[in-house]
């Protein structure tokens, strides 16, 4: 059974740090795309980051460029997600997805990924 498990979320005050893990089972996923997306009550689900298959090529949204990292050791079938600077506006709750044959074009769109966490709080606030 596939599972996406994500972990590491919680309050933290404007301009601080969180890491969130995701730890992928089931299979290997050194082959798949993984990505980061978030959702802010009442908004849709949007994406922040992605690593496209394995050959470590990363995609961030214009919101989180230059504050946040996604990375992953495809040994531990883990990507994780260095959250810096952070805003108010970061708040939501942050998913972890995984897709073995999504294309370039369509890593930025919720709608294309076949698996997904249950999603893991980050409250940003003072």
């Known amino acids: 059974q596939v599972q996406l498990v994500e972990s590491g979320g919680g309050l933290v005050q404007p301009g601080g740090s969180l890491r969130l893990s995701c730890a992928a089972s089931?299979?290997?996923?050194?082959?798949?795309?993984m990505a980061w997306f978030r959702q802010a009550p009442g908004k849709e689900r949007e994406f922040v980051a992605a690593?496209?298959?394995?050959?470590?090529?990363?995609y961030y949204s214009d919101s989180v460029k230059g504050r946040f990292t996604i990375s992953r050791d495809n040994a531990k079938n883990t990507v994780d997600l260095q959250m810096n600077s952070l805003k108010p506006d970061d708040t939501g709750v942050y998913y972890c997805?995984?897709?073995?044959?999504?294309?370039?074009?369509?890593?930025?769109?919720?709608?294309?990924?076949?698996?997904w966490g249950q999603g893991t709080q980050v409250t940003v606030s003072s």
């Open positions: 997805a995984a897709d073995s044959r999504i294309i370039l074009s369509s890593i930025f769109g919720a709608q294309n990924y076949d698996y």
């Open positions: 089931g299979r290997t996923f050194s082959r798949d795309t």
């Open positions: 690593m496209f298959r394995s050959y470590g090529r990363t």
